[in-house]
């Protein structure tokens, strides 16, 4: 069988996680260099117009609220469609055995097939994305996506995705908002605080965000919630989340325990039950759980945590191509 074009060689990737873990000083000042580089972008890019609002056309009269859905994917992709609106997250779209890039030559080889392939994806309104990671923007999405698409994202995402030649893009630092309207409804994407991982290591691995998506009736009213973690640690810009933004109904929590060069920098099974108390969400998905070899705490720990820590019944459990189906909030019905 012909192999992917990804597949590794595993004495290569010995001999060359070797020289990466050799090359760790030199590492670190590459980081301190490139987060200078991308400092200067931002300065760059601060004379440029920062989009706030996205109108999008509509074919219905009228928009059915009532209920909505999101399918799994894979990894941080979930197709999310309520509204009107059909939201995709963290493209990824790399099948078992091929790799993705996290940076500094690293690499990370995919375990599971996504549910879907690009080019079965159905017509989408925007992706948001939490941050440029090869499991959550992967290269085939970075060659074969629409430039057209809208993009919400972080700012150095959205300067790095503006060279590689997509044009419509949404920066949003933590707190900022971009509106976006279809129809008579309006889907309110904010940046949420995010750290992937250690303030040290986090400071070398890509500006990451969380983001909280308000889905609002013609009459101003929140008919659904939903927040979307990111690759992050629950670190103390976390508690901030439930005082700006209680009545949560959905959180996809990125879980997984990713560990990076001996390090953890996302939410393993532990972190994962610390982040549903501090949001308290009404129900949760985990996603991001066990996709790549980098990530390290099963999702078996997950079940086992959230039902000695009483949180099982508000906890789904997709399977890859698997569906979730929501109703809106109880007063809006
Ligand atoms: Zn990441
Ligand atoms: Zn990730």
Not at 114 to 130: E, I, R
Not at 148 to 154: A, E, N, Q
Not at 170 to 199: C, Y
Request: glycine share 8%; proline share 6%; net charge neutral.
């Amino acid at each position: 069988m012909k192999p992917w074009p990804g597949r590794r060689n595993a004495s290569t990737l010995s001999l060359r996680a070797l020289c990466v873990l050799r090359a760790w000083p030199l590492l670190l000042l590459v980081s301190l260099l490139s987060s200078t580089a991308l400092a200067q972008d931002k300065q760059g890019a601060s004379g440029a117009t920062v989009h706030r609002s996205l109108m999008l056309s509509s074919a219905a009269a009228e928009t059915d609220f009532s209920e909505g859905s999101l399918v799994f994917i894979g990894n941080a992709t979930v197709l999310l469609e309520f509204a009107g609106f059909r939201i995709l997250t963290d493209p990824n779209f790399l099948h078992r055995g091929e790799l993705a890039h996290l940076g500094y030559g690293l690499t990370t080889e995919r375990l599971t097939n996504p549910a879907m392939s690009l080019d079965q994806l159905p017509p989408v309104d925007l992706v948001v994305l939490s941050h440029l990671h090869g499991d959550h923007f992967d290269q085939l999405v970075q060659q074969k996506l629409d430039r057209d698409l809208p993009i919400v994202t972080t700012p150095d995402a959205a300067a790095q995705l503006g060279r590689m030649g997509f044009k419509r893009l949404f920066s949003l630092g933590t707190w900022e908002t971009l509106t976006v309207r279809k129809g008579d409804a309006t889907l309110r994407i904010t940046g949420m605080p995010a750290r992937h991982g250690p303030p040290v290591l986090a400071a070398a691995l890509p500006e990451t965000m969380g983001s909280m998506l308000d889905f609002v009736n013609p009459g101003g009213a929140v008919t659904y919630r939903i927040y979307i973690t990111g690759d992050t640690l629950v670190f103390d810009a976390i508690k901030d989340i439930p005082r700006r933004y209680p009545d949560v109904d959905l959180a996809l929590l990125h879980l997984g325990g990713t560990r990076v060069l001996g390090v953890t920098v996302t939410m393993d099974a532990a972190e994962g039950v610390k982040m549903m108390r501090l949001v308290a969400p009404r129900h949760a998905v985990p996603i991001h759980y066990n996709d790549y070899d980098v990530f390290k705490s099963p999702l078996s720990d997950f079940e086992r945590m959230v039902r000695e820590a009483g949180l099982a019944e508000r906890l789904t459990f997709l399977k890859h191509g698997q569906r979730y189906r929501f109703v809106q909030r109880p007063e809006q019905r």
